[in-house]
Nanobody, 115 residues
Framework: QVQLVESGGGLVQPGGSLRLSCAASESIFSIYAMGWYRQAPGKQRELVARLTRGGSTAYADSVKGRFTISRDNVKNTVYLQMNSLKPEDTAVYYC?????????WGQGTQVTVSS
C-alpha cells in the first residue's frame, strides 16, 4: 500500500499563502491521477484540485485562480500552492488518488485562516 504524508499546514492570516506537500512512499504519478481534498468541521469532504497523469489540472470553483496543484516526479511529491487564503479555506487538507478510494485517508494537515 502506498503511503501518503501531508505536511505544510498551519495558521495563516487572510490573504496569506501556504504550500502543502504530499510525499508518496513510491513512484505512483504515472499510474494514478492525484487530488487534494479538504474537510471543514461539519461539512462533507470535497475535492479542491486534481492532477492527471498527463498533467492536466482542474479546480473547484471556490479555489480556482488561487490554488495551484503540481508535482515533482523525482521527489514523488504533490504540492498545493495556496494563495490569497480566506477564512472559508479553513479545513483539514488531504491528498489521495483521484478518484479517492474508500476508507484510505491519512492524517491530513490542518490549515487555519484567521486574523
Amino acid at each position: 500500500q502506498v503511503q501518503l504524508v501531508e505536511s505544510g499546514g498551519g495558521l495563516v492570516q487572510p490573504g496569506g499563502s501556504l504550500r502543502l506537500s504530499c510525499a508518496a512512499s513510491e513512484s505512483i504519478f504515472s499510474i494514478y491521477a492525484m487530488g487534494w481534498y479538504r474537510q471543514a468541521p461539519g461539512k462533507q469532504r470535497e475535492l479542491v484540485a486534481r492532477l492527471t497523469r498527463g498533467g492536466s489540472t482542474a479546480y473547484a470553483d471556490s479555489v480556482k485562480g488561487r490554488f495551484t496543484i503540481s508535482r515533482d516526479n523525482v521527489k514523488n511529491t504533490v504540492y498545493l500552492q495556496m494563495n490569497s487564503l480566506k477564512p472559508e479555506d479553513t479545513a483539514v487538507y488531504y491528498c489521495n488518488a483521484y478518484p479517492a478510494p474508500r476508507d484510505n485517508w491519512g492524517q491530513g494537515t490542518q490549515v487555519t485562516v484567521s486574523s
